[in-house]
């Protein structure tokens, strides 16, 4: 699928352009603006350092400003022809210049066309200034969710060693089974394997992250700051009308229709002849004599089945942006419905854990903390009381990141900020 998004740039070249959208410019000794990571990096220093340094915002900026050459190119006339000749015999000599003009709009059209595919190239960086973007908040929000998470699995880990002390303690008094020692032993097992897990996945969500922003993929990152959940209430009916009307990939693909409809016209203008004028000088040493005189030559457009065929052609290719218009509007309508979806989805559950569960789990650990050391509640219950709390957290640090994640992934959809 063409990657799918929309607002007009405001601005020149280049990707220090799009600092100044999120006002994160800053500016070096030099006065060239550059943007570093703090050691406390926020998401915005990430944006930001990614809208400077990312290979493919450059490309889609490059792009454009190559295709705003085209226009000036297709406007221009031919390039006028110089022509020189002698004949022996007669010793005459003749110098001409010639230039050939195209028929009435001919030119016109093809700049038109120009513009049109520059505008379109306009938009398109907009569209990858979106989905770097996009790119940049899902790998800080794993990012930072992962390391969360690993925080999350050291406390309970810290815990559970504790108990295992405490257990330790109470089987050599005789107050414990052996079995309740070992299934202990077992959860810091387990615990010690789960940390491992985090601290070998950190690098590789470390490297996408590195890599969304532009930098290379081993480059230290610095500790990302917490996630904070996103509770926005969002429309779904002003969300699709806005997506409508400012998605930039839909605008990239109107412009593309405007230059394919502007072609059919250009086509078209081929059945009709263009016109060369010209001036010679000639000298013949002969009658000692000189003059000038002009030219005036037609092209004669006969082929008619190549004329035909180029119309045809035109046509087709109206067709084709037509279809990829109307297919990347379904699409992206699908697409941002289940976007939705999933970020409702997340603040619900969101509030859910953070509300009821979370609490209520702590409290059960609390409750049976207290009865297994009164003798009322199995070890096994304990376990399980720590298991319980640790996956709620994860899951509500999990729906955070999801929030975070799923929020920017509607705004590449209607192509501004949604973020507070």
Known sequence: MRKILGVHLLAAAGAAVLLLVLGHERVSAQGSPTVQLPDSATLEDYLAYAGEHSPALKAAAARWDAATRVGPQRRSLPDPTLSLSATQMERRTSLGVSQMLPFFGKRALEGE???????AAERQVEVARLTVFARVVAGYAEYAFSRQALANVRESLALVRQLEEVTLTRYRTGEAPYADLVRAQVERG??????????????????????AIGRPADAPLPE???????????DEGSLLAELRQANPELASIRHEVAAARLGIDRARRAYYPDLGIGLEYMRSGEMNRSGVGAMVSVT?????QRL?????????????VRALEQEAGNL?????????????????????????????????????????????ATYQDLIESYRTVLAFELV?????????RHLAELELYVGRRLRP
């Open 224 to 234: 990302p700051g917490a996630l904070r959940p996103r509770p926005l209430r969002l």
């Open 190 to 211: 387990r615990l010690e394997d789960e940390v491992r897990t985090w601290e070998d996945r950190l690098p590789a969500e470390g490297a996408l992250l590195n890599a």
């Open 113 to 119: 066309m120009a513009d049109e595919e520059a505008a």
């Open 308 to 320: 035909r065929a180029g119309v045809e052609e035109a046509e087709a290719r109206h067709e084709v």
């Open 332 to 376: 992206l309508e699908a697409e941002a419905r289940g976007a939705l979806f999933r970020y409702n989805d997340a603040l619900r559950k969101g509030a859910l854990y953070q509300n009821e569960l979370v609490p209520q789990a702590r409290q059960s650990l609390v409750a049976t903390e207290a009865a297994y050391r009164a003798g009322a």
């Open 396 to 404: 509500l640090a999990r729906t955070v990141a999801d929030q975070v």
């Open 300 to 304: 004669l457009p006969v082929r008619r």
